[in-house]
């Protein structure tokens, strides 16, 4: 592609971010030509983008620095600026500078740091649990708040997909109602997989026979894709994750629903089962 039909389309991609952004309870989702993280919908996503906004700052300028300093050695000191070298093998001033300056950086940098990590691994109390299975190539969703009904969600083909974007698009969605602390248990019935949703700021292994236990909490309404974070079979890429915030009257109505329409967790066995041979006639 020539240099500048590229740059028109990043000003297209950009244009079409923008109306993106307008229309701000449309799906968040990768855009063309994105270069920085989804817009954030969790105060922990919020936190992460800041972090990596400050450390951005900080390595630009400790990069311009250094480059300044080269730049001034070669000029001032090269053999034919500085014939005769100074023969000097210690200074002690410079070398205290040298050493207490980066100390002071990586201080600097461990404190939100770690506040970050804290944020994210102590639990707080959550309003609901909704747990996450990932299975070889999908995700199994259980609320055991609401009646214990299960149901799987698999990617939708091009075919049936509809306006949701492709292989991010799945046929049903974990719901969860806006400004709720949802944890979430995430383990998986057959290999390594992770749970992750980018504009969340939410990832997680899930393992064969262990429980990981995270948590979110949305601050808006609409529609969120993720995928399978971990190299989990041939199919990897096709086992996308949506995650619908809506209302909390709206939850409840879906809970309504879903309570009739999805099996219990008694009968999940042949749901699963279903599931499978549905996989098996899409491909
Ligand atoms: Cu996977």
New binding site residues.
């Given amino acids: 592609m020539g240099l500048f039909k590229k740059i028109s389309k990043w000003g297209a991609g950009l244009a079409a971010f923008s109306a993106a952004g307008l229309a701000s309870a449309a799906a968040s989702q990768p855009k063309d030509w994105q270069i920085t993280f989804q817009e954030a919908a969790s105060e922990n996503m919020t936190m992460i983008t800041d972090f990596n906004n400050f450390l951005l700052i900080l390595m630009t300028a400790i990069s311009v620095f250094v480059l300044g300093l080269m730049l001034y050695v070669m000029v001032r000191f090269n053999a034919r600026a500085n014939p005769e070298p100074s023969k000097t093998t210690h200074n002690t001033l410079v070398e205290v500078i040298w050493t207490v300056v980066p100390i002071v950086i990586l201080v600097v940098i461990a404190i939100p740091s770690f506040r970050l990590l804290y944020f994210q691994r102590d639990i707080p109390e959550a309003d609901m649990t909704v747990k996450a299975t990932?299975y070889q190539?999908y995700w199994g969703y259980e609320y055991p708040d609401h009646g214990d009904f299960a149901f799987d969600s698999l990617m939708l083909s091009d075919e049936e997909r509809g306006d949701q974007p492709r292989l991010l698009a799945t046929d049903t969605a974990m719901v969860v109602p806006v400004d709720t602390t949802v944890r979430v248990i995430v383990t998986a019935a057959d290999v390594l997989?992770?749970f992750a949703m980018p504009a969340f700021g939410l990832k997680m292994d899930a393992v064969p026979g262990r429980l990981n236990e995270t948590w979110f909490k949305a601050e808006k309404t609409g529609t969120y894709y993720g995928q399978?974070s971990?190299l989990?079979g041939i199919r990897?890429a096709f086992?996308p994750i949506r995650i619908e915030v809506v209302s909390k009257a709206d939850f409840a109505l879906w809970v309504e629903e879903a309570q009739s329409e999805y099996a219990e967790i008694d009968n999940a066995d042949a749901m699963v089962a279903s599931a499978e041979f549905q996989d098996a006639q899409r491909h």
């Fill in positions: 990932g190539w997989h992770a399978c971990e989990c990897h086992m």
